[in-house]
């Protein structure tokens, strides 16, 4: 029988390395990297909360098992409360982009109408944009913003971050990761106009 793979989560350094490095990727080739990347983190975040029974975790887990696909793997985390209706709904459309990418015979392109629709979509990003200093327009750099937001979240709920009490006068606009989306916008809007004026 095959060893339980240790699971241990992504730290930033690692995250923020990968995603420069994509910068000299073509599109298939982000695609398929960044879809990996979030479905290690979804099994680490599950894993992490699970009764660590290494036969059954293994059962979950390796091919052909309950939580072996990108898709399960959303599924049960949402389902569990690991995060909100605006992750699960980014996370798919991802899931459905990077099947898209694996299926297309022809050269994949974020100008396919179909996956540029589907950026255009993403719900993090729509959010960070309101907040941002800079917006990001195109369909790949919604992608990858999306996919670096998504991680950065899961990563800090991973660690332990708690959901914050929405505050009395708090309009319903925004669910937890709208907040915490909202923030992260906010704070490298402030540190890149500090650095432009100092």
């Known amino acids: 029988m095959s060893k339980l793979k240790p699971r241990r989560s992504l730290t ?7 995603m420069t490095a994509l910068g000299k990727e073509g599109d298939r080739s982000s695609v398929i990297i960044v879809s990996a990347w979030l479905n290690d983190i979804l099994e680490h975040y599950l894993d992490s909360i ?10 979950l887990f390796n091919p052909g098992g ?3 696909s990108f898709s399960n793997k959303v599924k049960v985390a949402y389902l569990l409360g690991l995060f909100e209706r605006t992750v699960f709904n980014d996370l798919n459309a991802i ?3 990077r099947n898209d990418c694996a299926h297309f015979r022809e050269k994949f392109s974020f100008r396919i109408k179909v996956v540029k629709s589907a950026c255009n979509n993403l719900e993090t990003v729509r959010v960070f944009n309101q ?8 369909a790949r750099e919604k992608f990858l913003t999306a996919a670096i937001i998504i991680v950065h979240y899961l990563m800090d709920m991973d660690k332990g971050l708690k959901r914050l ?19 992260l916008a906010t704070a490298i809007s402030m540190e890149i106009v500090d650095k432009a004026t100092s």
């Open 165 to 183: 009490e929405l505050p009395p006068k708090h309009d319903g606009r925004l669910d937890f990761c709208g907040i915490y989306v909202k923030g």
């Open 50 to 59: 699970f009764r660590q029974d290494k036969d059954v975790l293994r059962s």
């Open 12 to 18: 930033r350094a690692e995250f923020n390395k990968v």
């Open 95 to 97: 899931r459905k982009i």
């Open 66 to 68: 309950i939580l072996d």
């Open 131 to 138: 907040f941002f200093i800079t917006p990001v327009h195109s």
